[in-house]
């Protein structure tokens, strides 16, 4: 059901503010998203550069890194929205290239933009994506329902517009969750919003994982970066160090996130 971990998110309270909270509340060591030599050029300018990961079921990654990185173009290419030009993905078992359709059926997005209508009321976009997404019309019926319970009655006559920013947050998350995806992508989720609202965002986020969710979160605010179990930090379309937060932070000897950020970034800088 896509209110569950919404209409009751977890409060983050492991220890050193992350939600990993050790080994055993990572990845269940299977491999559901695999990239090898990731590239994406635009001409002769090479916004995604060889990237190498991989993730596995029950992870929270953090993608982390400046705008104009590649986060957002990279996104792109793992849902199918953009053709790589060379690389290889598999996700689930599925190639990217060759498997898409399969893919789109185990996968949610969640746009840097919310992909919501402004002009429609949130009632009439998840009406929508519902629909474009294939749920039959009892299960249409359902979701609709299962929004009134999530969103203030007052509200759901608004125009998105109008949505305060956090109940156009949870409502873009909402249409990301129709299908119940096993793997979910979120675009800088928290672009624009206040501290308060980034951290009961990313309880949604966590409540999600509790249910067995793999994420993938892109952002460019380093306060979010020990929320997730294992961080790729990337600058100039390339990952420049990878690993959970507490363990980068033991292997650099930084003192916190910033002065990792700034390390790393200034490293891969320096000939």
């Excluded at 474009?132 to 759901?156: D, N």
């Excluded at 675009?187 to 509790?210: A, H, Q």
Aim: glycine content about 10%.
């Amino acid at each position: 059901m896509p209110t569950e971990g919404i209409n009751s998110p977890v409060t983050p309270t492991p220890p050193s503010g992350s939600f990993s909270g050790g080994e055993a509340a990572r990845g269940t060591g299977e491999t559901v998203v695999a990239v090898r030599n990731l590239t994406r050029k635009f001409g002769h300018f090479t916004a995604v550069d060889r990237l190498n990961f991989t993730i596995q079921r029950g992870e929270i990654i953090g993608f982390l890194g400046p705008n104009g990185a590649g986060k957002t173009t990279t996104i792109k290419m793992l849902t199918g929205l953009l053709r790589p030009s060379s690389g290889e993905v598999t996700i689930l078992g599925f190639d990217l290239r060759r498997e898409i359709r399969q893919i789109k059926k185990h996968i949610g997005y969640m746009s840097q933009k919310f992909s919501l209508y402004p002009l429609l009321t949130a009632r009439e976009n998840v009406e929508f994506f519902a629909g474009i997404s294939g749920l039959p019309p009892a299960r249409i019926k359902q979701v609709k329902q299962e929004l009134a319970t999530l969103i203030p009655p007052a509200l759901l006559r608004l125009q998105v517009a109008d949505l305060p920013p956090g109940i156009r947050q949870k409502v873009a998350l909402f249409t990301c969750l129709l299908t119940d995806p096993e793997i979910i992508f979120l675009d800088e989720p928290t672009s624009g919003v206040d501290p308060e609202l980034r951290r009961n965002f990313w309880s949604l986020i966590y409540g999600l994982k509790t249910r067995g969710k793999t994420l993938l979160v892109s952002t460019h605010n380093l306060d979010e970066a020990e929320y997730a179990d294992r961080l790729l930090i990337i600058h100039q379309g390339k990952i420049i160090l990878e690993g959970p937060p507490e363990e980068l932070l033991q292997r650099t000897g930084a003192s916190n996130m910033e002065e990792l950020f700034k390390q790393a970034i200034i490293s891969h800088e320096t000939p």
